[in-house]
């Protein structure tokens, strides 16, 4: 368990809610065919993830601050501001999708449970040796989500020659505009990003590398893309061409194929899912308090009252507006814009500096990844762009 911890964060960051029903869509209306996708999509988190952690073994500061010194101090501090943004907006809707799953299993409003999630999320917060809750705390959502979704897979059985097919690269529905879509389901570079605090907390050195690559990287940043597999499988077998638009559709259409028993299980992985991303609070305070000079550490006070304001105000959305209002969605969608091309391109730009790296640096096929990885990202940037500037 030493070297185990890190990634996982990263991993139940990066699986939330939304993650499961655009998940459960795709394989009610495409089926496998486009697991070859999913795979390209993983390896590029992995790739990415893994420049993270490099980064913090080598650089002696915080990767905010490694870009304000390397690359320009305002790059710092803009994603700082975009990182909090995002993290109070879509903390929303994580909020809503940790409380579905508690409602099936209750039938409480979903009110009053966001707001039990979000009193248990700062309360986590705020324990003594936060770092160490959270990560425990990850650790088991992340376990609660694979044996719920893949106990889903195995219970309705899906075709396993079906499934092997679509690991064979092929002609994606809706052509390459859909294609880097689907790349970018799992490419969550503000989960990516953050693993190079998360390994600070821990105290991750260089003489830890190659062990947390094996136990701790490498499972928990390709963890999220088995457990859409598996969602991908359970809808494509169960529900082909049925209409998802939330998690509560996806537990109705499930309930007479699985039965009463699998669908609590099932709404229990939604529920973990939903909680552990109600905690992107916490990434979105911690690089805040970092990029305004505040502390780069969860341990420090102020950066708990950033993380803090940001869960609160994500339960204020959901209190208030049900959700994320339109207006505080599409000045997301624009930090995007911003954010995700400057995390990508700081992130391969850092891990590229062979005098601070050293022997850590990238090998020209991880830059070659990385650079791939960019052209989804700046691709995603450009779709977000068309989409706002033509609505």
Not at 147 to 175: I, Q, W, Y
Not at 248 to 254: E, F, G, R
């Amino acid at each position: 368990m030493r070297y185990i911890g890190p990634a996982f964060i990263v991993g139940a960051l990066t699986f939330g809610p939304g993650n499961a029903v655009s998940s459960a869509t795709l394989g009610a209306e495409s089926g496998y065919k486009v697991l070859w996708l999913l795979v390209i999509s993983s390896v590029l988190m992995l790739a990415f993830t893994d420049m993270s952690a490099r980064i913090a073994i080598t650089y002696p500061t915080s990767i905010i601050q490694a870009i304000k010194d390397h690359i320009a101090k305002p790059a710092g501090v803009i994603a700082g501001i975009c990182f909090f943004i995002l993290a109070v907006t879509f903390g929303s809707g994580s909020m809503i999708g940790a409380s579905l799953g508690l409602q099936v299993i209750t039938g409480v409003d979903i009110k009053p449970l966001s707001a039990i999630c979000a009193v248990a999320a700062v309360a986590l917060l705020w324990t003594g040796g936060a770092y160490k809750r959270i990560e425990q705390v990850m650790i088991i959502a992340m376990a609660v989500m694979a044996v719920a979704f893949l106990a889903t897979a195995v219970k309705v059985g899906p075709d396993l020659g079906d499934m092997a097919a679509g690991l064979v690269p092929s002609d994606v529905p809706g052509g390459l505009v859909a294609a880097f879509a689907l790349l970018g389901t799992n490419l969550s570079l503000y989960s990516a990003f953050y693993m190079a605090y998360t390994l600070r907390d821990k105290g991750t050195t260089r003489a830890d590398y190659r062990t947390t690559t094996r136990y701790d990287t490498i499972p928990g940043a390709l963890l999220p893309g088995i457990l859409t597999v598996a969602i991908i499988a359970s809808a494509a077998t169960v529900i082909p061409g049925a209409t998802i638009e939330s998690g509560n559709d996806m537990v109705d259409i499930l309930r007479p194929a699985l039965g009463s028993a699998a669908v609590f299980v099932f709404a229990l992985g939604l529920f973990s899912a939903g909680f552990s991303s109600v905690m992107t609070g916490v990434p979105g305070g911690h690089v805040l308090s970092d990029a305004l000079g505040f502390g780069d550490s969860i341990d420090h006070r102020r950066v708990r009252i950033m993380a803090t304001v940001a869960i609160a105000a994500s339960l204020g959305l959901v209190l208030i507006f049900g959700g994320a209002p339109i207006q505080l969605i599409l000045v997301a969608n624009a930090g995007t814009l911003i954010l995700f091309p400057l995390l990508a391109g700081s992130i391969l730009y850092l891990a590229t500096r062979r005098r601070v790296m050293g022997d850590l640096t990238n090998r020209w096929w991880q830059t070659v990844i990385g650079v791939v990885g960019l052209a989804v990202v700046g691709w995603g940037a450009y779709r977000v762009a068309v989409e706002l500037i033509s609505g």
